[in-house]
């Protein structure tokens, strides 16, 4: 969605707009940059972050320290429990504007097959986000960084995947933002298969950033 849309659909005034110079994205990926709201002082903000949380990374082969290990996705059954992600669950959770995802099945060539929610301009995966900051193997971090939540599927995800992004119904992105994490935990199932619709499918569809 254009930076003026994303901010009418998720209720966030101007000032705390700052996305710097980033385009309208034709579509994001894990370990690029990607916007996200964020909710504080009563109010939403629409950030830049990277996706992915990061931890160190070192070669079992030769002891050497690799890029850093991105953990794109949250599971919804560990999110209250593992260490990576139990703290941004209760303290830091965001919306992450989306207008369709893609789930692939197979390799060389995977076929994509993308799923939106029927009759919206767009909707928002439930995310946790933090500020990383230090040193991690030989790798200086000093970033936003977020997850997107997944859970078991619905009906219609299903014969795709054996997991699906949480997406949220908008009445339901305030508390995902500010409830208590007793409230925020009951949204952890997935969206009605019914509301949502696979709009296109093809090998090669989906093209990262080089």
């Not at 030769?62 to 599971?75: D, E, F, V």
């Not at 692939?104 to 939106?116: D, E, L, T, V």
């Not at 928002?124 to 200086?140: C, D, N, P, V, Y």
């Not at 995800?157 to 119904?169: D, E, I």
């Amino acid at each position: 969605m254009p930076h003026e849309a994303m901010r009418q659909l998720f209720d966030v005034p101007v000032a705390r707009t700052d996305l710097g110079n980033m385009p309208a994205l034709p579509a994001i990926y894990p370990k690029y940059d990607a916007p996200i709201v964020t909710s504080g002082d009563g109010q939403r903000s629409l950030i830049r972050a990277h996706w992915g949380f990061l931890t160190p990374n070192k070669s079992k082969k030769t002891g050497n320290w690799l890029k850093p290990q991105a953990w794109n996705n949250t599971r919804d059954d560990k999110i209250r429990s593992a260490s990576l992600w139990k703290d941004s669950f209760v303290n830091r959770r965001c919306l992450v504007p989306a207008t369709a995802y893609a789930e692939a099945i197979g390799r060389n060539p995977a076929m994509y097959h993308w799923f939106n929610v029927a009759d919206a301009a767009g909707f928002a995966f439930a995310g946790i986000w933090r500020h990383q900051r230090g040193t991690l193997g030989e790798t200086e971090i000093d970033a936003m960084v977020f997850s997107i939540v997944t859970t078991s599927p619905n009906s219609l995800a299903a014969h795709y995947h054996t997991r699906m992004p949480l997406v949220l119904a908008p009445d339901d992105y305030e508390m995902w933002l500010n409830g208590d994490p007793d409230e925020a935990v009951e949204l952890l199932e997935a969206f009605p298969a019914e509301r949502m619709q696979v709009i296109g499918e093809g090998i090669g569809m989906r093209e990262e950033p080089e």
